[in-house]
């Protein structure tokens, strides 16, 4: 026998520490049904139990929490729940305690970090420009192609 809390979560899945997103419901007595993964169990409870209003899943003695992602009714009087980890709040504590570079970000974008996912701004200024001497000491009837990277056209 195991103890499940079941609860409600109105945080973005994106959330790392979703503990004050989250109204926890009462303990609940549940069994694993058959052999199945940690990362997608299936516990299976007794009709005695309301799920209705509940997304979330908190295992104790796993010390993980997950998605409901489907309830199956079945006879006898069980409940299936099918769910899936919450990777993010299940390893929160060591999540927070990182320090690292983000090289990605969905709102701002660092210049000074490489990315070949964004796109790059392109300018573009074509000019014909007549030289007084000629400083490439050619002779006359060659046209000389010039190309500039970098930096910005002052005004």
């Not at 899943?57 to 489907?70: L, Q, S, T």
């Not at 299936?80 to 990605?104: F, G, W």
């Not at 007549?130 to 990277?149: A, C, R």
Request: charged letters at 20%; hydrophobic letters at 40%.
């Amino acid at each position: 026998m195991l103890t499940i809390d079941l609860g409600n979560c109105i945080a973005d899945n994106r959330v790392v520490d979703k503990t004050s997103h989250i109204t926890w419901g009462v303990p609940v007595n549940c069994e694993v049904f058959h052999e199945c993964s940690i990362m997608n169990p299936v516990f299976m409870l007794q009709y005695s139990h309301s799920i209705v209003g509940y997304n979330y899943v908190k295992v104790n003695a796993w010390g993980r929490y997950y998605y409901i992602v489907d309830a199956t009714v079945a006879p006898g009087g069980r409940i299936y729940l099918t769910c899936q980890e919450d990777v993010l709040m299940s390893n929160k504590d060591d999540i927070l305690k990182l320090n690292a570079q983000i090289v990605r970000n969905e709102n701002e974008r660092n210049k000074l970090i490489v990315d070949d996912r964004y796109p790059a701004e392109i300018m573009s200024t074509l000019g014909i420009f007549n030289f007084s001497e000629n400083p490439f000491n050619l002779t006359s009837g060659y046209n000389i192609v010039m190309t500039v990277l970098g930096g910005k056209a002052s005004s």
